[in-house]
């Protein structure tokens, strides 16, 4: 979906080894994740980094660091609300926002 929003300049890295979506994520000024492999992978790379937490406590769990930007947004109510609704309080403006604070660094 995100993808298609995007349109022709999107990448999807599918067909890629870890060590070469590493190099990728080397490259890119900011890489945006949520709490995965990969936004923990970047930390290790030259990228900023702007991760999303929930439902998973970031003060226990997120990357550290002087690029790291964590977004992290409680849910209560873990097993009731497996959709993590929680999440939607973190917005595309909030992160945009974080982005363009990056940028001109």
Do not use: W
């Not at 993808?3 to 990728?24: E, P, R």
């Not at 991760?51 to 002087?66: D, N, T, V, W």
């Not at 497996?82 to 909030?94: A, F, S, V």
């Amino acid at each position: 979906e995100i993808k298609d929003k995007i349109g022709a300049g999107a990448f999807l890295a599918t067909d890629m080894s870890l060590k070469q979506v590493a190099a990728l994520i080397d490259r890119c000024q900011i890489f945006a994740a949520s709490d995965s492999g990969l936004g923990h992978m970047a930390t290790a790379t030259q990228a900023n980094l702007i991760i999303i937490f929930g439902p998973s406590e970031a003060r226990l769990y997120a990357p550290k660091g002087s690029k790291v930007k964590v977004f992290e947004e409680k849910c209560r109510h873990l097993y009731q609300d497996r959709i993590h609704t929680c999440l939607r309080k973190i917005t595309p403006e909030m992160v945009f926002d974080e982005i363009k604070r990056i940028l001109p660094r």
